[in-house]
């Protein structure tokens, strides 16, 4: 199984900063990652698919970029409304998929 | 528009059954592979189980082999995961996935 370690666990940053938030997998995904945002009592929401792509609707302040077992998501330009729980997935191995440990993001 | 429903949870006793429905809409239901995964309060997201687009191939994870069986009925548009011998461990909200879209999730609190 492929295991996905996520840091930081938690972060607290000012509005306006920019924000990242780093995934490593165990082997090598290509470039099957998507990351997720989950607010209180509502299912994870896709921010980035396919490692970088923003499906409709994403502010453009949402990035993620890397490849093989190294994957950032940075938020620039932090908005109250970024306050959130942050996942990466990895679905290379469609026969169990994985995420990593999860980052809350918090603003000072 | 994907569309996908979960009912069927509830509180139930430690060593209990219960069954979890999924319906599905607005993509060919019998094209997809489906998955569920759960989230216990206040904890992350962990996958459980997979099945394929015809319901002929399964996995689970580890922590629920031999106890939950995951199926479906495509003339039914519908997902299901049975599960068995549930212990407090299994408490969450359990949601089933179909690529990047997610249900609403159906909570399930096993507890005496």
């Known amino acids: 199984d492929v295991q996905m370690t996520q840091s930081p666990s938690s972060l607290s940053a000012s509005i306006g900063d920019t924000v990242t938030i780093t995934c490593q997998a165990s082997?090598?995904?290509?470039?099957?990652l998507n990351w997720y945002q989950q607010k209180p009592g509502r299912p994870p929401k896709v921010l980035i698919s396919?490692?970088?792509n923003l499906p409709t609707g994403v502010p453009s302040r949402f990035s993620g970029s890397g490849s093989g077992t190294d994957f950032t998501l940075t938020i620039f330009n932090l908005q109250p409304e970024d306050v959130a729980t942050y996942y990466c997935q990895q679905y290379d191995d469609l026969l169990a998929l994985s995420f990593g440990g999860g980052t809350k993001v918090e603003i000072k | 528009e994907v569309q996908l429903v979960e009912s069927g949870g509830g509180l139930i006793q430690p060593g209990g059954s219960l069954r979890l429905s999924c319906a599905a809409s607005g993509f060919i239901f019998n094209m997809h592979w489906m998955h569920w995964v759960r989230q216990a309060p206040g904890k992350g997201l962990v996958w459980v189980a997979r099945i394929d687009s015809l319901g002929r191939e399964t996995t689970y994870a580890d922590s629920v082999k031999g106890r939950f069986t995951i199926s479906r009925d495509n003339a039914r548009n519908t997902l299901y995961l049975q599960m068995n011998s549930l212990k407090d461990e299994d408490t969450a909200v359990y949601y089933c996935?179909?690529?990047?879209?997610w249900g609403q999730g159906a909570l399930v609190t096993v507890s005496s």
């Open positions: 396919d490692v970088s």
């Open positions: 996935v179909r690529g990047v879209h």
């Open positions: 082997q090598d995904i290509s470039k099957f």
